[in-house]
């Protein structure tokens, strides 16, 4: 019998520059990925009906420093463009992930939960680092599925000028209610055991609560690049990583194990 893949929609264009590593992760997992420029996308939404999930890619769309994804948000405030993709972000069987500048556009045109802001890093400066990343065993995505039983260390670049999620108190206890943080930035382990790799600055922007990453139904919003985080060979401290690693190809299995569960999954809901 021949084995049949989800079909993935990455949309590319304005800007977007981490489409290629997005499409190489969700293919690897197992998945089938295609290519649409934004435009037309947004000029048929219809077309998100063919497929079982998408991924939305980062990378200074239409200029980082223009509003961190204000501008593309502006360029896709269609009507039934946002109809069309507000159906899909509820759709429990419709898997999404977005990152960065992706995640920036969802919070400009209000389409995450509860009223969830992005701002400038209290740095006041464009951060480009490794980071430390802990799990939200209470989060029940299924793209954290494989993730939670990872006994190693969770690590991950992170590349943006306004990361800071923002929410006040009271939107802050509905999405720590429902359980919809996934990911937090945290003191880690991997330079020494008894102090964080970061020393005592663990939060790279000043997210409310060290918010790194939200879950919530299929979607799963970063500022991580879990995308660009693939094969160990990667990482400035690998050496560290050898009684983690379980497989022939390097690959860093964070990334593999949180494509590898939401492929699994969409693969049940082919028709």
């Known amino acids: 019998m021949k084995n049949i893949k989800p079909k993935i929609l990455i949309p590319r264009g304005l800007g977007i520059n981490s489409h290629e590593e997005l499409k190489y992760v969700f293919e690897l997992a197992g998945a089938e990925v295609d290519f649409i420029l934004w435009n037309d996308l947004i000029n048929n939404p219809n077309i998100l009906n063919n497929y079982q999930g998408a991924g939305l890619a980062g ?34 069987k419709f898997l999404i992930y977005s990152v960065c500048n992706s995640l920036q556009i969802m919070a400009k045109l209000d389409l995450l939960p509860g009223k969830i802001g992005t701002m400038q890093n209290d740095s006041g400066k464009h951060e480009t680092l490794m980071w430390d990343i802990k799990i939200n065993y209470k989060n029940k995505s299924v793209w ?15 590349s943006h000028g306004e990361g800071k999620i923002f929410l006040d108190e009271e ?25 964080s790799s970061r020393g005592n600055r663990y939060n790279p922007n000043g997210s409310t609560a060290n918010i790194a990453g939200l879950a919530w139904k299929g979607n799963l919003l970063l500022f991580p690049h879990f995308e660009r985080f693939h094969h160990n060979f990667q990482r400035h401290d690998r050496h560290k990583l050898k009684e983690y690693e379980k497989n022939k190809e390097g690959l ?14 969409m693969c049940k809901h082919i028709k």
């Open 144 to 158: 954290l599925k494989y993730l939670k039983d990872y006994p190693g260390p969770v690590f991950a670049p992170i």
């Open 171 to 195: 939107n802050l206890k509905i999405i720590q209610d429902r359980n919809i943080v996934a990911l937090t930035y945290t003191q880690g382990y991997i330079c020494n055991e008894f102090e």
């Open 252 to 265: 860093y299995l964070p990334t593999y194990l949180m494509f590898k569960s939401a492929v699994e999954e």
């Open 59 to 92: 990378g200074f769309a239409m200029g980082d420093s223009l509003g961190a994804g204000q501008s593309l948000a502006n360029r896709i405030k269609d009507p039934d463009f946002i109809y069309k993709f507000k159906e899909k972000i509820e759709d429990e």
